[in-house]
């Protein structure tokens, strides 16, 4: 027994952060910044908006979908890498939000990774027979963990929540690879204030932009290849490709080695910029609410980010 998505929502913050506001913060420019990540725009969470609030609205909205009352949940499992509090975590107050009175809950920190590590986990409970009904989330305030005085990161990360329903479903195929290196973890690194002694830098977030360019530009084909290994399938046979929103470079560099078409790629990033874990729920959503999925087609969704964390799953739509 695996499980199917039945419902997807989303959330997105009303206030908005143009590549032109941003030029007005630090030394950069409209041009620069499309030309480099594809990134148009990005938007920021304001008033009582935080990761929490963002998560409860968009899991209504997939409940809502899914036709699955908040009372039948049997688990929330939310990743994020920017929490609202430390304790209680973020699971546990979108299942008060929500009324999700029977889940357990957690939260998981897999960076960008972390939406497909929350759908690896709900699966693997879901085949082990332990729950039936698990509401996986993604989402990340970004914008208050970024340094807002540093160029090279600054223009990258937005706010957002995505989220889903996985439901046990004697037919849904289920397949996954996920890795983690963590001698790598320097590439994309910031340190909590509750880590005392570090040198100034390592409470602002510091990134190796080439590094992490290389390593998804390798690892996404890899990653796709050994997935495909695991499946009576080819790469050519999926449908669509539902990847981490990062950087339009990065998706078009690596479907250039995978010698697939682009369009199987969509991306949203000029919209949202990096949203992290919460980017692959975000598009996972609006493609579904635009009709993109028919019953049976093959996705696949990637997710590679700081830690280093990075893997594949593969599903049929069954919605
Ligand atoms: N505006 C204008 N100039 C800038 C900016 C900016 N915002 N940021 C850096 N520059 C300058 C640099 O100072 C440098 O100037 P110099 O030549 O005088 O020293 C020049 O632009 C080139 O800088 P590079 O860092 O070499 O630029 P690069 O082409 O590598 O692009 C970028 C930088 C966009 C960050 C790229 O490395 C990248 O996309 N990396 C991937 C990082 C990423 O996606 N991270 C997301 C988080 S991790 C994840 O989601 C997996």
């Not at 913050?13 to 725009?41: C, H, K, S, Y």
């Not at 497909?116 to 914008?143: D, H, M, P, V």
Request: with cysteine; charged share 20%.
């Amino acid at each position: 027994m695996n499980g199917r998505i039945c419902g997807t929502g989303s959330y997105i913050p009303g206030r908005i952060l143009t590549n032109d506001d941003i030029a007005q913060m630090v030394e950069t420019n409209d041009a620069w910044i499309q030309e480099r990540t594809g990134i148009a725009r990005r938007h920021i969470i304001s008033g009582d908006e935080s990761t929490a609030t963002m998560s409860a609205e968009a899991s209504k909205k997939a409940l809502e979908m899914s036709g699955i009352a908040p009372e039948e949940i049997d688990m929330i499992i939310l990743s994020t890498a920017s929490p609202n509090a430390v304790v209680p975590c973020v699971a546990c107050q979108v299942q008060e939000m929500i009324g999700a009175k029977n889940a357990v809950c957690y939260d998981l920190n897999a960076a960008c990774s972390g939406f497909l590590y929350a759908y690896c986990t709900a699966q693997a409970f879901i085949r082990s027979g332990i729950y039936k009904t698990i509401l996986i989330i993604g989402a990340e305030s970004l914008s208050n963990l970024v340094n807002w005085k540093d160029r090279s990161t600054c223009i990258l990360f937005g706010d957002g929540a995505g989220a889903a329903v996985v439901q046990a479903d004697p037919d849904a195929p289920f397949e996954c690879v996920l890795h983690s290196d963590g001698s790598k973890g320097d590439a994309l690194a910031k340190a909590t204030p509750y880590t005392k002694g570090l040198p100034e830098e390592a409470y602002n977030m510091t990134m190796d932009g080439k590094e992490i360019f290389m390593f998804a530009v390798k690892r996404i084909p890899e990653v796709v290849r050994e997935l495909m290994e695991k499946l009576p399938i080819c790469a050519e046979d999926v449908d669509l490709f539902v990847l981490h929103q990062a950087n339009a470079r990065i998706v078009e560099a690596a479907v250039k080695k995978l010698k697939l078409p682009l369009e199987k790629f969509p991306m949203d990033m000029h919209e949202y910029g990096n949203t992290s874990s919460a980017s692959i729920p975000i598009l996972l959503d609006e493609l579904n609410r635009a009709g993109r999925f028919k019953k049976g087609d093959k996705l696949v969704m990637i997710g590679f980010g700081g830690g280093l964390t990075w893997g594949a799953a593969y599903l049929e739509w069954q919605a």
